[in-house]
T-cell receptor, first 113, second 115 residues
Framework: DQQVKQNSPSLSVQEGRISILNCDYT??????FLWYKKYPAEGPTFLIS?????DKNEDGRFTVFLNKSAKHLSLHIVPSQPGDSAVYFCAAPSSGGYQKVTFGTGTKLQVIP | DTGVSQDPRHKITKRGQNVTFRCDPI?????LYWYRQTLGQGPEFLTY????????KSRLLSDRFSAERPKGSFSTLEIQRTEQGDSAMYLCASSLVLPVGEKLFFGSGTQLSVL
């Protein structure tokens, strides 16, 4: 049962343009959502999070939007930079008070110079 | 370097052999996690420690797998009688609690190949 889904395995964007990565979820009990970024041969790195009581969270070039009625969230990166090229995972922790996190399958972003 | 450290980075073994991985978390973090990632998938939760206590184990963690955190600091993950299906990246993470949930800090992982 894939509770967090990323349906686009890859995305290519020109440098300077906006990157939009999408994520859908099925469990309406998730309290908050996370985005992680992963470079090859490295572990995932936390990028940004959003509480389920909010619909937007912004951190510099990164903004996450949450649409609870659609059970959908998206990560916007603007402007995109070549260093943003990585795999991006959408994730959500279970409600156990610790990080038993369900990750999506990831979207590989390539930012073309 | 104060990040999460994992050793070894790569391990190649023959089917049926035992392997052990080590994780050194960030020193002030009292929560430690093991995840496993296979090709084309996101990381999957394996187990979680609060200090030295192992508080949850995923059903993915068969009885061939054992994890310990003897003094609440470093942790080891042992796989006995390895199978080809165990081939994966094994990720360790430690965590810091934030106002909005926790933040996991992952190590670079141990890539296991079972031949």
């Amino acid at each position: 049962d894939q509770q967090v889904k990323q349906n686009s395995p890859s995305l290519s964007v020109q440098e300077g343009r906006i990157s939009i990565l999408n994520c859908d979820y099925t469990n309406s009990m998730f309290d908050y959502f996370l985005w992680y970024k992963k470079y090859p041969a490295e572990g995932p790195t936390f990028l940004i999070s959003i509480s389920s009581i909010k619909d937007k969270n912004e951190d510099g070039r990164f903004t996450v939007f949450l649409n609870k009625s659609a059970k959908h969230l998206s990560l916007h990166i603007v402007p995109s930079q070549p260093g943003d090229s990585a795999v991006y995972f959408c994730a959500a922790p279970s409600s156990g008070g610790y990080q038993k996190v369900t990750f999506g399958t990831g979207t590989k972003l390539q930012v073309i110079p | 370097d104060t990040g999460v450290s994992q050793d070894p980075r790569h391990k190649i073994t023959k089917r049926g052999q035992n392997v052990t991985f080590r994780c050194d978390p960030i020193s002030e973090h009292n929560r430690l996690y093991w995840y496993r990632q296979t090709l084309g998938q996101g990381p999957e939760f394996l187990t979680y420690f609060q200090n030295e206590a192992q508080l949850e184990k995923s059903r993915l963690l068969s009885d061939r797998f054992s994890a310990e955190r003897p003094k609440g600091s470093f942790s080891t993950l042992e796989i006995q009688r390895t199978e080809q299906g165990d081939s994966a990246m094994y990720l360790c993470a430690s965590s810091l609690v934030l106002p909005v949930g926790e933040k996991l800090f992952f190590g670079s992982g141990t890539q296991l190949s079972v031949l």
